[in-house]
């Protein structure tokens, strides 16, 4: 009973902190850099739009949301309270995808979704892939057995992540049928954890994957996975003793009582990469970001006064990165970031109680 109620009470302090081994092999390695401003970011800014959500009592949402962008829309992920809204890009409510529940074309509860040429893929709990059309109309169901906690549709199969799981010497797989490719061997001494930011993103041909607890990126492509990023947190970096207690509740209650910082999302696009790190220190947790943009990294992160891009970020199409943010950010939004609105007297139309609004930022 003592360890079941301590799984609960770490499972939610790493729930709270965390938003998400490996060797360094060849990946390029980057050394973090713990800024406390978002000057070298603003310099790469052309302008930043925004675009708020229809609010009425049916579709607001809850914490944590991920969003897909589209050609004409804005596709809106609910985990917490399972639900899928779309939005076009002037912010008008289009329509629901799916349905939480348990009937053959519904999902039980979401673990990940993706945007496959024009459908929408949700991978639910019970072992369901269900494909759907913008409209919200469900066109096929398959049973997806032996899948992890976030899964990815590949052409070659579904690659799936398990973080550590003590039933398993592997942290992911692609699954194809009855076939399995396993990744990254496991030795599990430590809690399964796996972030509600995506697992899995892609670029080109190329998918990036988010390991638990490491500082590398990963990187996927016809059924061979490679160290792709590996980066250096200096003091932030995990101990190696993290890895070496006898249970997993051990490690996980030394983890929390350590400064630490984890790869909680990752995006690129033509001209830049983004990286999302969280850093849990010993006054409280923040995020720090780094990009790649001509040929160098650069870092940024915001004071605690701001907070406008922190955990906000979370798509990239070309040129444009997309954040989701809730109204009150914005109405305390300060001059130096306002100044770089194109839209502004959109602000004096929000409420505390609006839905979120999605921020278009244009690059250079």
Known sequence: MKKLILAICLAIILSLLLSSCGGHGNA?????????????????????????????DTHLMG???????????????????????????SGQFLNEIGHKG????????????????????????????????????????????????QSYLMKDGVLTYYSYLPSLDYRMALLNGDDLIPFLPSNPVVMTYVSDAPVFSSYDEDVFVIDSYSSVLYKYHDKRLEEYLSFDFGRFAIKDEFYHFEDPYESAYYLTGTEFALINRYLESDSYRIVEILVQTETGTHFNYGMFHEDRWFWFSEPESSQFFSNTIRSMRGDKLYCLTAPETLLRM?????????????ISTLKEDSNYVVIEVELK
């Open 28 to 56: 390029t390695v980057i050394q973090m850099k713990n800024s406390k401003d978002s000057d070298t970011f603003l310099e790469c800014v052309n302008s930043i739009s925004l675009h708020p959500l229809e609010t009425d």
């Open 63 to 89: 914490s944590n949301v991920n969003l897909i962008v589209t050609d004409d829309s804005y596709i809106l992920i609910d985990k917490l309270n399972g639900s899928i809204f779309r939005y076009s890009t």
């Open 102 to 149: 348990r009937g053959p074309l519904e999902y039980t509860n979401i673990e990940s979704v993706q945007w496959v040429e024009d459908r929408l893929i949700v991978f639910s709990i019970d072992d369901k892939m269900l494909t759907y059309t913008v409209d919200g109309h469900c066109e096929g169901v398959e049973t997806i057995r032996r899948k992890g906690s």
């Open 334 to 346: 300060p001059d130096y970031i306002a100044d770089y609105f194109s839209n502004p007297e959109v």
